[in-house]
């Protein structure tokens, strides 16, 4: 409990505990629905938000996420309205939004080290004003979650059959988008945009092979995203690595863990039947 002693690692626990809790339950809908890419999409779109704040002079946190939602909207509209499939949409608003964001950083001219701690992550730099920050967003997140609970639930498992029903399931879809994208901006500082991803997948994806009702499954997807932040933070600070690095790396091992433990036991129950 050493590191705790420190206020810079205090800060960097809470943040890291919120952003594993959003990413993990997130996870769960995202890996059903398979909008994994495009949640791919969104955090490399975050990029583009950066370096456009940066080369204006505008909040970061608020820019990236005024640019991350405008994008998923984008990707949603284009992919589910017109006649482009949704990979050939989040591949073109995803290299897009980098481009934009390399141009945005040359037409900058001053020195743009910061943005190395976007790309991939600086849990430690983290204050106390972005941790109420994050708690804050972070809380109205879980709360929408937990209100439309129900119907996102339904809307994940058979999408037809939610709009026979006259479920709202294009309003729950940009719901899911639009709370993809505020968890992703939320969780660059902490694992950057390169890696934000491998938090949106690999708890949802470990989860999965275990649990066996929805609500389990999203409790058992937040416990491994909490233990994969606080225990890559701790990782991170006696290892002198990246935090965001450690946290995905230590989200591998349990998915490979995990998989290998349950196709073991398969295994084993076919050779005693």
């Known amino acids: 409990m050493e590191?705790?002693?420190?206020?810079?690692?205090?800060?960097?626990?809470?943040?890291?505990?919120?952003v594993g809790v959003l990413c993990s339950v997130?996870?769960?809908?995202?890996?059903?629905?398979?909008?994994?890419?495009?949640?791919?999409?969104?955090?490399?779109?975050?990029?583009?938000?950066?370096?456009?704040?940066?080369?204006?002079?505008?909040?970061?946190f608020w820019t990236t996420v005024l640019f991350c939602i405008l994008v998923a909207f984008l990707i949603g509209i284009t992919?589910?309205?017109?006649?482009?499939?949704?990979?050939?949409?989040?591949?073109?608003?995803?290299?897009?939004?980098?481009?934009?964001?390399?141009?945005?950083?040359n037409l900058r001219k001053e020195y743009t080290a910061e943005v190395f701690g976007y790309?991939?992550?600086?849990?430690?730099?983290?204050?106390?004003?972005?941790?109420?920050?994050?708690?804050?967003?972070?809380?109205?997140?879980?709360?929408?979650?937990?209100?439309?609970?129900?119907?996102?639930?339904?809307?994940?498992?058979d999408e037809e059959v939610a709009k026979v029903q006259n479920v709202p399931t294009d309003f729950l879809y940009f719901l899911l988008l639009t709370l993809l994208a505020l968890t992703i901006v939320i969780s660059v500082q902490v694992v950057g945009v390169i890696l934000v991803s491998a938090l949106l997948v690999i708890p949802g994806s470990v989860a999965l092979l275990t649990g066996r009702r929805f609500l389990a499954t999203i409790l058992i997807s937040a416990g491994v995203g909490i233990f994969a932040s606080l225990s890559g933070l701790m990782a991170s600070y006696y290892a002198r690595v990246s935090s965001g690095a450690s946290i995905v790396i230590?989200?591998?091992?349990?998915?490979?863990?995990?998989?290998?433990?349950?196709?073991?036991?398969?295994?084993?129950?076919?050779?005693?039947?």
Do not use: P
């Not at 589910?80 to 980098?98: C, N, P, Q, V, Y």
């Not at 972070?138 to 929408?144: P, R």
């Open 3 to 18: 590191m705790f002693k420190y206020t810079f690692m205090q800060n960097a626990a809470l943040a890291g505990l919120m």
């Open 26 to 60: 997130l996870s769960v809908f995202v890996v059903l629905k398979e909008m994994s890419f495009i949640g791919n999409g969104i955090s490399h779109a975050a990029f583009g938000g950066i370096a456009f704040a940066l080369l204006f002079n505008l909040d970061i």
């Open 79 to 105: 992919s589910r309205e017109g006649k482009i499939s949704a990979d050939s949409s989040i591949g073109l608003f995803l290299t897009t939004s980098m481009a934009l964001g390399v141009i945005f950083l």
């Open 119 to 157: 790309l991939f992550g600086n849990i430690l730099a983290v204050s106390s004003q972005d941790v109420l920050r994050v708690s804050v967003l972070g809380g109205v997140i879980l709360l929408i979650i937990i209100i439309y609970f129900r119907q996102l639930q339904f809307f994940t498992f």
């Open 250 to 273: 230590i989200l591998f091992i349990i998915f490979v863990v995990v998989f290998t433990a349950k196709k073991w036991r398969e295994k084993t129950r076919k050779g005693e039947n």
